[in-house]
């Protein structure tokens, strides 16, 4: 279904992924950002190029953080704190900083809380878009922790049968490390399809899916068409028929544990920009952590080798697509649409940056 949205063979620009890193730092330390947290955010957001997240990766979400910052709405020097905690938990205000930089750091405490107390969870409120959530659930991994991260997104998505938006997109990662096989990685709005995409249809010209947006009425559009100029996300399902009870109610419980929980209101009501929350679970405090792998390896290759219906090819599990994809992109480079690159060459030739995109 999301083939739709990858740049066509014969119009890919591949980069390779080191020159990619350093251009976006540069871009990041052009914003004033420190060494440190530019190396760290350009970290974050490339990930998402790397795995095959355009949505989240620089096509979309570069040009935004560079208006954002023009506008003074990302503090690129921010000096984030604890302002309520608990042993295993903490509130902490992100100081109006880049997500890609609060982001790890909130996980990071909550990793720690884990490794002492076998579970530990984080709620970052004053932040701001911390790009694709799988990236910090993933953070717990290496650590033979269980990682979970969730934000708020726009405010772009209805509730069932209803006509104005009440939560964000609000995604959920869940990441889960194995052994041998490619770890368990989900990443999902809790709106029919991430925001993002949408304004990927866009750029390719292609057309949304049924279920996927409403009109300027709220009326759930329920055939393949254009994006409109007005519209409203649907909650993931689409409508109640397939289902959009569920993602509607799991919008808005990330709108609670983000934003609520965290003292920043909810929904329309929703103060301070983003907010964000992580949990780590600490395996070792359940059960033996190489055995709980290797299960995890038995589970995920039957998943894998589950025999597929009448005209599919396989069967698949959340992650190891993302998983294939890193490995072709590390040795052949990320593919751009050259519109991307364009864009590229405007900003690095406007910031006085030195241009290794591409070989002309």
């Not at 420190?34 to 355009?54: F, N, S, T, W």
């Not at 010209?205 to 254009?226: F, L, N, Q, R």
């Not at 005209?311 to 519109?339: C, D, F, S, T, W």
Request: charged content about 20%; some cysteine.
């Amino acid at each position: 279904m999301l083939e739709r949205f990858h740049v066509p063979h014969d119009e890919a620009v591949h980069v390779d992924i080191d020159d990619m890193n350093a251009t976006v730092k540069e871009i990041f330390l052009k914003m004033g950002m420190p060494d440190a947290d530019a190396d760290k955010a350009a970290e974050v957001l490339v990930y998402a190029d790397i795995r095959g997240i355009e949505s989240h990766g620089v096509s979309n979400m570069l040009r935004r953080y560079v208006e954002s910052f023009g506008e003074n709405g990302i503090n690129p020097t921010p000096k984030p704190k604890i302002i309520r905690e608990m042993p295993a938990a903490a509130t902490l205000d992100g100081d109006g900083g880049h997500g890609l930089v609060i982001g790890p750091i909130a996980m990071e405490m909550a990793i720690g809380r884990a490794k002492t107390y076998g579970i530990g969870t984080i709620t970052a409120n004053n932040g701001r878009h911390f790009g694709a959530a799988a990236y910090h659930a993933a953070m717990a991994i290496p650590h033979g922790m269980i990682g979970v991260a969730m934000t708020t997104g726009g405010m772009q998505v209805l509730p069932v049968d209803g006509a104005k938006p009440m939560f964000g997109l609000n995604p959920i990662a869940i990441a889960v490390p194995t052994n041998s096989e490619a770890p368990f990685i989900f990443d999902a709005s809790m709106s029919s399809v991430a925001g993002n995409k949408i304004a990927l249809a866009k750029r390719l010209g292609v057309d949304v899916a049924p279920g996927w947006i409403t009109g300027s009425d709220g009326v759930p559009i329920m055939e393949e068409s254009p994006v409109p100029d007005e519209f409203f996300m649907l909650p993931s399902g689409g409508t109640r028929e397939g289902g959009a009870h569920k993602g509607s109610s799991l919008g808005i419980w990330v709108e609670i544990m983000c934003s609520l929980i965290g003292a920043s209101g909810a929904g329309p009501n929703r103060r301070g920009g983003a907010a964000h929350h992580f949990i780590a679970y600490n395996i070792e405090a359940f059960t033996d952590l190489e055995e709980f792998k290797s299960d995890m390896d038995i589970y995920m290759n039957e998943i894998k080798n589950t025999p597929p219906i009448p005209g599919k090819e396989r069967v698949v599990y959340a992650g190891l697509p993302e998983h294939e994809e890193e490995i072709e992109r590390r040795e052949n480079g990320i593919p751009y649409h050259p519109e991307v690159i364009d864009w590229f060459r405007g900003i690095t030739g406007e910031l006085g940056i030195e241009w290794r995109l591409t070989n002309d």
